[in-house]
Structures are given as structure tokens and as C-alpha cells.
């Protein structure tokens, strides 16, 4: 049953009827941060990183009374894949690629090897290469906000 975008299912412990938001909200809302972390939108990382806090701000204070906890972190881990995929198509060049990744902490001789890689800036993203680099870190640095600590800090 949905309900305002919620959805209701019955919990088995307190044996009460409980909300969360409904598939097709936490889908709309899957797309439109997918919308805001496109990896050929050309406006500074800052910006996005602000668009995509509003975004997870309105809807985790909307849904406050639900469950979703679950939820939440499988989107918050998604949404940093997406934003190491932005920042490794904005390097461009394999030269900027190689420098950036030096100055992350990576060894010149597997910088060097990795910015000069074929695979596509998704699968890149997913990899080693970025995610011991570009830890969770970095987009916090950003002000990238994670849904679950906001959510934890409203939850009713």
C-alpha cells in the first residue's frame, strides 16, 4: 500500500503496522541523484555536492518517520561511486589523472599505470584505483552529507 509516498508493512516485533518509503519513492529518488551526479555535467564539484545535500536532506527530513536505515547506506555508498566517477572523468587527461592520483598517495609506477586504462570512468570508479585513493573522506571534505547520519540525527 502506498500512502504519500510511504509505504506500511507490519513489524514483527512490536506487532504494529509501521512506514518506510515506498520502492517507487526511493526509485524517483535513486533518479534524481543519479541526474544530479552525472558525469558530464560541467559545473564545479562544490555545486554538486550542495544540490545533491539538498536533495538527500529534503527527502531523509520527509521520510523521517519511516524506516530506513537500509536504505540509506546502499544509496550513500552509491552516491560516492558516482561522485569518484565525476571527479575521474573532470581529470580528463591521463597526465591529470596520473598527477592527482600521485598526490592521493598512490605510487608513481601504479599511478602511472592506472590513468593510462581503457575501462570507463564507472568501472573506475567501482575499482581499487579510486576507492583507496579517493576514500569516503574526500567527498566529506567536499560537504558531501551522508543520508544515514542525517537521518539518525532527525529520525522521530
Known sequence: MKFLGFGFYKAP???????????????????????????????????????????????????????????????????????RM????????AENRKGNLIKLGMSPYNSHRNSQTSKGPMRIAESWVMTTTVRNQKPARFGLISGETHYNKVHV
Open 86 to 93: 565525476y571527479i575521474w572523468k573532470k581529470w580528463k587527461t
Open 13 to 83: 516485533q512490536p506487532k504494529q503496522y509501521q512506514a518506510k518509503p515506498h520502492k517507487q519513492s526511493v526509485e524517483n529518488f535513486e533518479f534524481e541523484l543519479r541526474q544530479l551526479t552525472l558525469k558530464n555535467w560541467s559545473v564545479s564539484t562544490k555545486y554538486q555536492v550542495k544540490r545533491t545535500n539538498q536533495l538527500i536532506r529534503g527527502w531523509v527530513n520527509y521520510f523521517k518517520i519511516g524506516k530506513m536505515k537500509g536504505v540509506l547506506s546502499k544509496i550513500d555508498s552509491h552516491t560516492r561511486v558516482r561522485l
